[in-house]
């Protein structure tokens, strides 16, 4: 069965970090394109970041220089640093993975989704 699981969600005041893991099992996922999405209350889900097999990263304007995507291939785990945040970036987050090793800003294009994890920034 594959799953992946995110973790390192939290509560934390603007200005300040997190680190968001998202650990896969089940099968490898080292040569997948993972990403980042996340969806606020009220808003449609939202591409975040991703990165490919290769290290090659993609990330939206809104989190360009905040956020930092990273993988470890060895752990089959994603993660996802988060510095600056900001009141705005209040979401649940989640991780998924592609099926093949092309990137995607698209939700349709993800196979694999963890259940999210709840990050709320304070002002």
């Known amino acids: 069965q594959v799953q992946l699981v995110e973790s390192g969600g939290g509560l934390v005041q603007a200005g300040g970090s997190l680190r968001l893991s998202c650990a896969a099992s089940g099968r490898t996922f080292s040569r997948n394109f993972m990403g980042w999405f996340r969806q606020a209350p009220g808003k449609e889900r939202e591409f975040v970041a991703g990165i490919a097999w290769n290290g090659y990263t993609y990330s939206v304007d809104s989190v360009k220089g905040r956020f930092t995507i990273s993988r470890d291939n060895a752990k089959n785990t994603v993660y996802l640093q988060m510095n600056g945040l900001k009141p705005e970036d209040t979401a649940v987050y989640y991780c998924?993975?592609?099926?093949?090793?092309?990137?995607?800003?698209?939700?349709?294009?993800?196979?694999?989704w963890g259940q999210g994890t709840q990050v709320t920034v304070s002002s």
């Open positions: 998924a993975a592609t099926k093949g090793i092309f990137s995607s800003v698209r939700s349709a294009a993800y196979d694999y």
